[in-house]
């Protein structure tokens, strides 16, 4: 009983510790993205970023020993979620940092829970509750305000 106990805390303390990380590091891409483009163009920033996770995906792939069986539709359907995904999306979002500043380029992003559950009910056809409702306008009324004070 106290080994499974023990075994429990440390997965979710690993959990946690993660989870953090990942939000430390995806923080700070805002700060050293605005410093960046002082002296790399957004879109530029964007396509070196994109080449870089491409070529350090496919290096820990061969290294697995994965061999990727993707027929042409599957990586036609890739390419295009990920442009839309990640290289419209990614690149609007660097040219609201460097436009604006760090602080406002966040608290921005973080109103992407509210469009979540827009595109879920648009696209999947998922209920909107009076609850999400609820959440949704204080999520957009929170970060509006919050972006309006930092100007």
């Given at each position: 009983?106290?080994?499974?106990?023990?075994?429990?805390?440390?997965?979710?303390?690993?959990?946690?510790?993660?989870?953090?990380t990942a939000t430390s590091i995806w923080?700070?891409?805002?700060v050293i993205s605005k410093v960046v483009m002082e002296v790399i163009p957004p879109f530029s920033l964007l396509t070196s970023r994109l080449i870089l996770g491409s070529l350090s995906l496919l290096a820990i792939a061969f290294f697995q020993g994965k061999k990727l069986n993707i027929n042409k539709k599957t990586f036609v359907q890739i390419l295009g979620v990920g442009f839309i995904g990640y290289g419209i999306s990614l690149g609007f979002q660097f040219v609201g940092t460097h436009l604006s500043t760090a602080a406002n380029g966040s608290l921005v992003t973080s109103a992407t829970p509210a469009f979540v559950l827009i595109f879920a009910a648009l696209i999947l056809k998922e209920k909107i509750?009076?609850?999400?409702?609820?959440?949704?306008?204080?999520?957009?009324?929170?970060?509006?305000?919050?972006?309006?004070?930092?100007?």
């Open positions: 009983m106290i080994q499974a106990y023990n075994s429990i805390m440390k997965k979710n303390t690993v959990g946690i510790i993660s989870g953090l923080g700070a891409m805002y509750t009076n609850k999400h409702l609820i959440a949704l306008s204080e999520r957009l009324k929170t970060t509006s305000r919050k972006c309006s004070i930092l100007k």
